[in-house]
């Protein structure tokens, strides 16, 4: 008998976002296409990363060439990855939902 092969941590995520991705694997049984799903939470972090470090360099806002406060693209950019991150982590269920304290919130209608 054969035993199952671990996957590799995708080589476009940043390194300690490799560590976290095979840390999930090893503690989770995952599908194919849940560690895929993994994987879009480990981009969606690494770009928000990446969002919050230009918008430590250059702020929140800008002025733009008439003038007017601007809100950083990064902003948006950081905004987004929190919400797709937070969205494949529970898709994934990667909390123990048999703890009342850590089930998901209830989405709102």
């Given at each position: ?32 296409h849940e560690q895929r799903l993994l994987t879009l939470a480990g981009e969606a972090w690494d770009m928000n990363v990446t969002a919050r470090t ?56």
């Amino acid at each position: 008998m054969t035993t199952p092969k671990t996957p590799t941590a995708p080589s476009h995520l940043a390194a300690m976002t490799r560590r976290w991705w095979r840390s999930v694997v090893a503690d989770f049984q995952l599908e194919d296409h849940e560690q895929r799903l993994l994987t879009l939470a480990g981009e969606a972090w690494d770009m928000n990363v990446t969002a919050r470090t230009s918008l430590a360099k250059d702020g929140l806002t800008f002025r733009d060439d008439r003038g007017n406060i601007r809100s950083h693209p990064a902003v948006a950019i950081a905004r987004d990855a929190k919400t797709t991150f937070a969205r494949m982590v529970r898709e994934l269920r990667l909390v123990d939902v048999s703890e009342p304290s850590a089930r998901p919130p209830a989405l709102r209608r």
